[in-house]
């Protein structure tokens, strides 16, 4: 064993938190949730250190704890963190105008409070860091969303030259958000190596992921809703509480804001009023998770749609028919300052999914089963949906802490034609290589197999600003585009110069460049690239070599939509719910690459689905997480996932020249409502009007044995128990 140190150990900065607040490295004198560190081992060897770090001992010693949300809200709570009057740490009015008049006037009102439970990310590879000190520099290898945020914000804490440190991020294995994070891993590897002298790394286990990775969603949401006899949305007061852990992340701490900014989904919604609080709880910290923010919006809206459906007797697609914002009102301006719609069909996305679903058919089985006495019900749900991706301009992301919202780009031809693309992205599955360089050969008129895309690395590309909120096409998309457009041009002026002809009269073919009209005046593609390269061919007023960078900023968000349906099947006496069918209807704008589009949407219907129904980190009442491993944390597994059945739009957004919207975050987005909404539909008949999520084979049970009455409750023997 090589050392073992606490934080009065240590001499280094705290990590971001609220302004004023800094989260240690490793807790001082008090724990706040379980999974936070408090001492840490280093060994030449992971079983070595794994053994010294069970013979550490802790004194402890119980301190009452405000698990929940409504907990730390009581008067007698204990404080989370020192030196706030309570444990509300934010609070804003974010629609200021009250609709209490509104809501007086309306035909009908309905109240509705839903819960976003807490969830664990769970990406294929859990937070990993290497760091190595010497005297030339730090490097850092690191599983991160964001490599150059990454080092500027350990140059600010280490108080180091940003020349001195390098942090590579090379083929990271998910990350959902939570990996935009900053962790204590990051900071203690780089301090405890310039100590030892030696590189040293540090791998969550999955147990250790589970407890310590920030969590997504946690969110509580209160709504009121009035609206008349023909299903118009009149008003919608919203309140929403967010759960933020024993530290709130800052980006955590502006998920309900993006709530607040989406809550009237893709509709015309007469006024909004919406504010939020942050409140702190003894447990993980809650940050971004595929979606962050918009997918509780959107489950928000959608389950409100249904329920003025319900209550009015009418089907709820005929209600969303009637408020969606219609295609010749796009770009849609919001109530919200900043938060403009861009072009979509919504009408048409509803239609087109109707087409697909045949919901009436689902009907009239539901009914058949009903009269039946079946031990199954089936039931349709409809989720139609507008979120915000393609994160810029600046002041979207720099709220958070980022440099801006735009994107770097910088493409390199070399002599012999290859060429070379550096991205500022981090990404972490989501197929940048392929598309950025289907967009880079696209622009030259070349073959995709001489180009290479590099990224994730802070000494060999130019600054960026990293892979979280569907930005990678909308944001660095337009920059390799602009980038290779600029190569290209200065492509065709050497072509031009070594056919002696003027650049209005060279086509490009593939790899060789022609005159128009002269078919034995012709030069190949490596040809005119090793020209660019010489003194004596160059073109007067060209530099030598065949290179540019571009930084793309887009002027607004970009706003990816869709309807999505699914069918599923509730059996009645063990409240297993099955899906047997998903629909999904999409506009992401322009379509780049078919396959990575298609194997973004099923990734993230896989994890919507998984939040409806299984996924859920819950805690005793000491606090301690009820999931510590994959035995006690369900995911989704192939078997309990139907066939997805996906189909486009593509309306192309007039926010960026490339006209892609983004499409990461469309699964999680949409399938949650249109799962509960299916459920719900199919318990309707049999007295269930709602089921916080996940809809576990439990809480369904549960639900239906509480909605009969005395005569016609389940017993065990009945249910094979």
């Known amino acids: 064993m090589l050392g073992i140190w606490t934080a009065d150990d240590l001499d280094i900065a705290g990590m971001r938190s609220l302004p004023g607040v800094d989260r240690p490295c490793l807790a001082a004198g008090r724990v706040r949730f379980v999974g936070e560190g408090v001492a840490v081992v280093v060994a030449a060897d992971r079983q070595i250190a794994a053994d010294a770090a069970a013979l550490v001992e802790v004194g402890y010693r119980e301190l009452p704890a405000a698990v929940t949300v409504q907990q730390a809200l009581r008067d007698s709570a204990p404080a989370v963190l020192p030196g706030f009057a309570s444990n509300v740490v934010a609070e804003q009015e974010l629609a200021a105008d009250p609709v209490v008049e509104q809501l007086a006037a309306a035909p009908h009102r309905r109240r509705l409070e839903l819960r976003n439970q807490r969830v664990a990310p769970l990406p294929m590879e859990t937070i990993s860091c290497l760091a190595d000190w010497t005297d030339s520099g730090l490097t850092v290898w690191a599983t991160t969303q964001a490599a150059h945020r990454l080092r500027n914000d350990l140059c600010d804490m280490l108080g180091l030259r940003q020349d ?87 980006v955590g701490v502006g998920l309900p804001t993006l709530t607040a900014f989406m809550s009237g989904g893709c509709y015309r919604i007469g006024r909004i009023a919406a504010r939020y609080r942050c409140v702190t709880t003894h447990t993980t910290p809650v ?58 069909d919504y009408p048409r996305l509803l239609d087109e999914l109707l087409g697909h679903l045949k919901p009436d058919a689902v009907r009239r089985r539901a009914r058949e089963l009903r009269e039946q006495r079946a ?62 360089a289907q967009i880079a050969a696209d ?4 073959g995709m197999d001489a180009v290479t895309v590099l990224h994730s690395d802070s000494r060999v590309v130019q600054e960026g600003i990293g892979t979280l909120g569907s930005r990678g096409m909308a944001v660095c998309g337009p920059a390799v585009h602009r980038a290779a457009g600029e190569v290209r041009a200065k492509l065709m002026d050497v072509a031009a110069e070594l056919l002696e002809s003027s650049v209005e009269d060279v086509e490009q073919d593939g790899e060789t460049f022609a005159v128009r009209g002269a078919p034995g ?28 960078t571009n930084v793309f900023e887009p002027a607004n968000l970009s706003y990816p939509s869709g309807a999505h349906g699914c069918e599923v099947e509730v059996d009645l006496r063990t409240g297993l719910v099955s899906v047997l069918r998903y629909v999904a209807v999409d506009d992401c704008g322009v379509i780049i690459n078919p396959l990575l589009v298609r194997g ?23 606090g301690h997480p009820l999931a510590r491993t994959l035995a006690d944390y369900a995911v989704p597994n192939a078997p309990d996932l139907p066939a997805w059945e996906c189909h486009h739009i593509e309306v192309p957004t007039s926010f960026n020249p490339l006209g892609a919207k983004g499409v990461g975050e469309a699964g999680t987005t949409a399938a ?35 909605a009969r009455g005395p005569a016609e409750a389940i017993t065990d023997t009945e249910v094979g128990t």
């Open 164 to 250: 001195f440190v390098r942090v590579i991020s090379p083929d990271v294995g998910g990350g959902f958000g939570a990996k935009a994070c900053f962790y204590p891993e990051y900071l203690l590897c780089c301090e405890l190596s310039r100590q030892l002298g030696r590189p040293v790394k540090a791998v969550e286990t999955r147990s250790e992921s589970l407890l310590a990775m920030a969590h997504g969603r946690a969110q509580h949401s209160e709504i009121e809703i009035g609206f008349d006899d023909d299903g118009l949305l009149l008003a919608m007061d919203i309140t929403l509480t967010q759960d933020s852990g024993a530290w709130p992340e800052p």
């Open 287 to 344: 940050s971004a998770y595929r979606g962050a923010g918009r997918p509780e919006a959107t489950y928000l809206i959608e389950r409100v749609v249904d329920e003025v459906a319900v209550a009015l007797g009418r089907l709820p697609e005929d209600i969303r028919r009637v408020n969606l914002v219609r295609p010749d009102q796009m770009p849609y301006a919001t109530q919200f300052a900043g938060i403009v719609y861009d072009e979509s």
């Open 375 to 436: 031990e199954v019900a089936v039931g349709v749900g409809l989720s139609t949906w507008v979120e915000m991706g393609g994160f810029g301009p600046s002041a979207s992301l720099q709220v958070f802490g980022y440099l801006g919202g735009w994107e770097s780009a910088q493409v390199r031809m070399n002599p012999d034609g290859s060429v070379v693309v550096l991205v500022g992205t981090t990404p972490h599955g989501q197929g940048h290589e392929t598309t950025f």
């Open 443 to 446: 622009a030259l008129g070349i």
């Open 521 to 548: 005046s012709r030069v190949d593609l490596r040809a005119v690239a090793t020209a660019a390269y010489d003194p004596a061919t160059v073109p007067e007023g060209h530099g030598i070599g065949l290179q540019a």
């Open 600 to 622: 973004q949407i099923e990734g993230g219907l896989a994890q919507g689905v998984g939040q409806a129904l299984m996924e859920i980190v819950d805690h005793d009442s000491r």
């Open 672 to 706: 949650p409502p249109a799962v509960v909404n299916a459920v719900l539909d199919a318990l309707r008949p049999h007295g269930v009007t709602a089921i916080d999520m996940p809809l576990t084979p439990e809480r369904v049970w549960a639900a239906l044995d509480g």
